[in-house]
């Protein structure tokens, strides 16, 4: 049994109340939660949040109804590993054990079915702790990202012994992105954070990773997803 988690917390202060803002034609967080419905691997679909109208959304779509996420889950500081627990527990009280949790961030709406496909598939292959998309970075701590010494002068943040003078000889390393996450019910529910078990990599294209940061990150992902729109990638909202 596979469980499809939206987080979608009521405040935002880059951009506010983008979770439930329109975005050609629907509300944000209504891209992500089409993919979970529409997906036949999914068993039950859950929303957690602390914002009555969208969890209100949610149930009418045919969410789970686990009542609205708890205060301290819904800080700026509440941690993503904390919420998935709370929205597990919730959850298996109501349908029994899962097999596998599967969690996408409503904020990366250019995310494609192909996507949590591929997550499922790997999960299912490969059956680690947890399954997190990434993409290759633009900026490599070995060659091109910096910091400033105790006098104010650039180093590279990861230096080598023999240096790096080429992006194609630095090892390659990868930005977290929020499309996809499968992971293992059995490490959620033991595991204190991401990290403390077996991760594993699912590498999606860099112009699927954008999230919703900023007013700017907004336009550009309208943008994009005009294009995918247009190219036929996705249909348009009904």
Known sequence: MIIGHIGARAG???????NFRDLHGKPLIDWALDQLFDNGRVDHVVVSTD???????????????IGLRPAHLATDTAAKWDVWQHALLEVEKQVGPADAFLDLDCTSPLRLPEDVDAGLDLFAKEQPDMVMSCCESRKNPYFNMLETDKNGGLHVSKPLPHGVVARQQAPMVYDHVGLVYVVKPSYLRT????????????????????????????????????????????????
């Open 191 to 238: 595991a204190t954070r991401l990290f403390e078990g077996h991760v594993i990599p699912l590498i999606v294209p860099n112009e699927r990773s954008l999230d919703v940061d900023s007013p700017f990150d907004w336009d550009v992902i309208e943008y994009l997803m005009g294009k995918q729109i247009a190219e036929g990638l996705r249909a348009p909202a009904k």
């Open 12 to 18: 935002s202060k880059g951009v506010p109340g983008k």
């Open 51 to 65: 914002c009555p109208k969208m969890y209100a959304h949610g149930i009418k779509r045919g969410a789970l109804d």
